[in-house]
Structures are given as C-alpha cells and as structure tokens.
C-alpha cells in the first residue's frame, strides 16, 4: 500500500470561504481538500488532508509523517512567519515538503515576507488561490518519482 502525501493546514484556515473572501477566495477548506485529492487521484496518489488551530497538533503530524507518508504539502497559515518548532520538526522527517499559501506573501505585509519553512521547503507555491495546492501535488509527484527511479 502506498503512503500518503500529508496536506497539512494550520491556525484559522478552516475559516476559509466564511470571511476575508477578498483576500483568501470564496472556496471553503472542504472545497480545497475536494479539489486536491481530485488532482492526486489523477496522479494515482491519495492525500491526507487535516487542519489544526494548534502549533503542538501540527508538529505532531509532521513527526507521524516520517513513517506515514510519502512527502508533506503544508500551509502552516501564520505559524509560517513564526514556529521553529515546525521547521524543527521538518528537518527531522526526512520526507519532500512543498511550502503552499493561497495569497502572495510578497505582496502582503513585511511580516508575511519571511518563512521559517521555505528553506526546508523543496519550493514555495503562493498567490493561486486553492490551485497551488493542486501545483503542489503535480510538484511533490514528480519529486516522488524521481527519488524512486534513482533509488533503483
Ligand atoms: O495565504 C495563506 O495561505 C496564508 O498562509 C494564510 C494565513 C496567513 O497568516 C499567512 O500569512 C498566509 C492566514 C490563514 C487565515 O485564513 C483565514 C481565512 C478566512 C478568514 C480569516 C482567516
């Protein structure tokens, strides 16, 4: 049985489509978890899509995924701009990460421009709305596929 891939999203994202539709869209985070595991199943992957409002929960998922999963898509909401304990636990899983946030970081406020997760990160998709998470998936396949084919 093959992994999953871990989508992971932090503090207030399950806001999502309910309020601030100017900055962060119309689509709910279930509309988001619909589309993406519709794009992995095209790729012949699943996805394990969850969201928590809380730091501890987030690292905890990030450590269950050096076992569990295949690589991690994460939207650490605004714990990006501020944990080291999720970057901690990053460097300690040991499986391909794509950093993903629905708005454009860099056309946002100074504070948003700086991540603790894309040095980690194998690349950063911002400013597509719930489609970078559908790029993310297309980002982290081919990442997948190329790490088993040289480990052969
Ligand atoms: O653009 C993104 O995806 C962010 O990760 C979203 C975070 C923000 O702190 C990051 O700088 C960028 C905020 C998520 C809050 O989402 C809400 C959605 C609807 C209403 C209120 C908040």
């Given at each position: 049985?093959?992994?999953?891939?871990?989508?992971?999203?932090?503090?207030?994202?399950?806001?999502?489509?309910s309020?601030?539709?100017?900055?962060?869209?119309?689509?709910?985070?279930?509309?988001?978890?619909?589309?993406?595991?519709?794009?992995?199943?095209?790729?012949?992957?699943?996805?394990?899509?969850?969201?928590?409002?809380?730091?501890?929960?987030?690292?905890?998922?990030?450590?269950?995924?050096?076992d569990?999963?295949?690589?991690?898509i994460?939207?650490?909401?605004?714990?990006?701009?501020?944990?080291?304990?999720?970057?901690?636990?990053?460097?300690?899983?040991?499986?391909?990460?794509?950093?993903?946030?629905?708005?454009?970081?860099?056309?946002?406020?100074?504070?948003r421009?700086?991540?603790?997760?894309?040095?980690?990160?194998?690349?950063?998709?911002c400013?597509?709305?719930?489609?970078?998470?559908?790029?993310?998936?297309?980002?982290?396949?081919?990442?997948?596929?190329?790490?088993?084919?040289?480990?052969q």
């Amino acid at each position: 049985m093959p992994k999953p891939i871990y989508v992971l999203n932090g503090p207030n994202l399950n806001l999502l489509g309910s309020r601030e539709p100017e900055v962060y869209g119309h689509a709910t985070l279930n509309d988001v978890a619909a589309q993406t595991e519709a794009k992995a199943s095209t790729l012949g992957l699943e996805i394990e899509f969850r969201q928590s409002n809380r730091e501890g929960e987030l690292v905890e998922w990030i450590q269950e995924a050096r076992d569990s999963a295949n690589g991690i898509i994460i939207n650490a909401g605004a714990y990006t701009h501020t944990s080291v304990a999720i970057l901690d636990a990053l460097l300690a899983a040991d499986v391909p990460c794509v950093e993903v946030h629905l708005s454009n970081l860099f056309a946002r406020e100074e504070f948003r421009h700086h991540s603790y997760i894309s040095p980690v990160a194998i690349g950063l998709i911002c400013g597509f709305g719930p489609k970078g998470y559908e790029f993310a998936v297309e980002a982290l396949a081919e990442r997948i596929a190329a790490d088993e084919s040289a480990a052969q």
